[in-house]
């Protein structure tokens, strides 16, 4: 029987591997594209080569002469870093007191939060843009990181994790004397890195990626994110796809690194769901 089960172990692993290597390539050769067209010249930029025949940077420069990019780059990263930040606070609160306390009405509005994950962005787009306007914000990175200061998914996801997290270790923690705040911020939290860091990168990926609030809200070139900056290479006489690939490819850089420093939350994190 032992023997059987040893013997099939090879056997699933190459039909994993034939699974997987597939799957891999698909997923990365789009950016290996996008990195190899923005270093072809324009003459060449509808080469079928899988590499450059003769690799130039005139499309980087082209494109941080045409908009300015380093100034998109450092809104969208301001962004996307205070509406991540302002997301996991809000979160870690609200879930530790979803998961921890019983209050009036506490399974009724954990419901409310729930529905507004449903609800899609452009039904609130336009009262949102409507409060901002009042509040004087157009144009301003506030105005963008204001209506993004919660999520509900975020919230959802870590009322599971604080839900499953030992209750022995709590209550060992209340007999030692500690509060509810160290109780969330000594134990809890530390130990729910994992949780935490793909939450983390989930959310800034997220910010990142906006388009549609960016584009409502900004007006000038200085004052958008990076997102708006690459729509701009997309013009009615011609697509300038060398440029817009140079300037996509520079957009993926800050989020290939967050997520070579998280790596290692971010996959035990998935493993450990993957268990569960």
């Known amino acids: 029987m032992t023997t059987d089960v040893a013997a099939h172990r090879p056997a699933a692993g190459w039909l994993a591997h034939a699974v997987m290597m597939p799957l891999a390539f698909v997923s990365i050769f789009p950016v290996w594209w996008m990195f190899v067209t923005s270093l072809r010249p ?3 930029i509808y080469s079928r080569l899988p590499w450059p025949s003769a690799p130039t940077l005139d499309n980087y420069a082209y494109a941080i002469q045409a908009i300015p990019v380093w100034a998109m780059l450092w809104n969208t990263l301001v962004y996307s870093a205070l509406a991540t930040a302002a997301q996991l606070l809000t979160a870690i609160l609200a879930a530790y007191a979803f998961a921890r306390w019983r209050f009036l009405f506490d399974r009724a509005l954990f419901a409310l939060i729930a529905l507004t994950w449903l609800v899609p962005f452009q039904v609130v787009m336009i009262p949102n843009y409507v409060l901002v306007s009042q509040m004087g914000l157009i144009d301003t990175i506030a105005a963008l990181v204001v209506p993004n200061l919660a999520s ?5 996801l870590l009322v599971q994790s604080m839900r499953s997290f030992p209750s022995e270790v709590i209550e060992a923690a209340h007999m030692d004397g500690a509060g509810h705040w160290r109780i969330l911020w000594r134990i809890l ?3 729910l890195r994992a949780p935490l860091a793909a939450l983390a990168i989930l959310l ?20 958008t994110v990076i997102q708006i900056g690459i729509q701009m290479f997309l013009t009615e006489e011609g697509n300038q796809w060398g ?20 790596q290692r ?9 993957g268990l569960k």
Do not use: G, H
């Open 189 to 191: 939290v530390p130990n």
């Open 42 to 44: 324009e003459n060449d």
């Open 265 to 273: 939350q971010v996959i035990d994190s998935f493993v450990k769901a």
């Open 243 to 262: 440029p817009l690939m140079a300037i996509s490819s520079l957009a993926c850089l800050p989020v290939l690194a967050l997520y070579a420093v998280l």
């Open 152 to 156: 509900a998914f975020a919230i959802l």
């Open 204 to 223: 800034f990926i997220s910010s990142w990626n906006d388009y549609f609030w960016p584009l409502l809200l900004t007006r000038s070139e200085r004052s």
